[in-house]
């Protein structure tokens, strides 16, 4: 593994439109993204923690918590359709014009707020040897059991396997829940030109709870009630 520094990437945008403000809107005590940031600094393994915003609000809620806000991200990378992996290499590439040199990244989603720290650490550590190791939970549906897809012709087939495997027998497969990306930084340079699915990918697994990104005001209320139940997620 290369040497240098294991920095911590927030990107945080303004503009959503499914809950408009939720990267400060106030959860379990202090604003959304606060949450994030706080779990990177607790983190023993990474040496800083950076944000990535186009917002003057995001960016002062974020130097509040103690996270770094080098610039404002510029506009064409905060527009809808700006893609996440060039806004992170975007950033890196700036700490490396100022001298520093890095190592590993670990981008935090900060509407994925009911992480815990241990999380950061342990997706560290599951697959180290991996360009990108990835956070995910087991997925509900199975591609071999009772996941379909309709044909050219019409009709619909099972996505994977012949119809013959039970579920307790099926692979078991997951979903991507977006809320930690360990990167190599080489990978990360590679996949920012050819798409995440270039470099060779391991996973950490999380539990569903645990898992829920919020997008709108459904899932920032179902988010806060599941914090709410599990006392062991402190905020």
């Known amino acids: 593994m290369s040497t240098g520094l294991t920095i ?10 499914g809950l408009p403000g939720k990267n ?25 923690v950076y944000v990535s915003t186009d917002d003057a609000d995001i960016a002062e809620v974020a130097r509040a918590a103690g996270a770094q806000v080098p610039f ?4 064409e990378l905060a527009t809808d359709s700006a893609a996440k992996l060039p806004v992170i290499e975007h950033l890196v590439r ?18 994925s707020p009911l992480r815990d720290t241990s999380d950061i650490t342990n997706a560290l550590l599951a697959r180290p040897e991996a360009a990108l190791t990835v956070s995910v939970r087991e997925a509900g549906d ?27 027998d099926a692979p078991a497969v997951y979903a991507l829940n977006g809320s930690i990306y360990v990167w190599q930084r080489a990978a990360l340079a590679h996949a920012a030109d050819h798409g995440l699915w270039s470099v060779n990918i391991g996973v950490y ?3 569903r709870w645990k898992s829920v990104d ?15 139940r599990h006392p062991e997620w402190a905020a």
């Open 142 to 168: 199975n591609p071999y059991f009772n996941l379909v897809e309709q044909g050219a012709d019409g009709w619909v087939h099972l996505s994977k396997g012949t119809g013959n495997t039970r579920r307790q």
């Open 205 to 207: 697994p999380m539990p």
């Open 94 to 111: 700036h700490l490396e014009a100022q001298g520093q040199t890095i190592a590993r990244i670990v981008d935090l989603q900060p509407t």
């Open 24 to 48: 400060i809107r106030p959860f379990c005590g202090k604003p959304l993204i606060a949450h994030s940031i706080a779990q990177a600094l607790a983190c023993p393994a990474l040496d800083a």
């Open 214 to 228: 919020i997008d709108d005001l459904e899932d920032f209320e179902y988010a806060q009630w599941l914090a709410q």
């Open 72 to 75: 404002l991200r510029p506009a």
């Open 8 to 17: 911590a990437t927030i990107c945080a945008r303004s503009g959503s439109k």
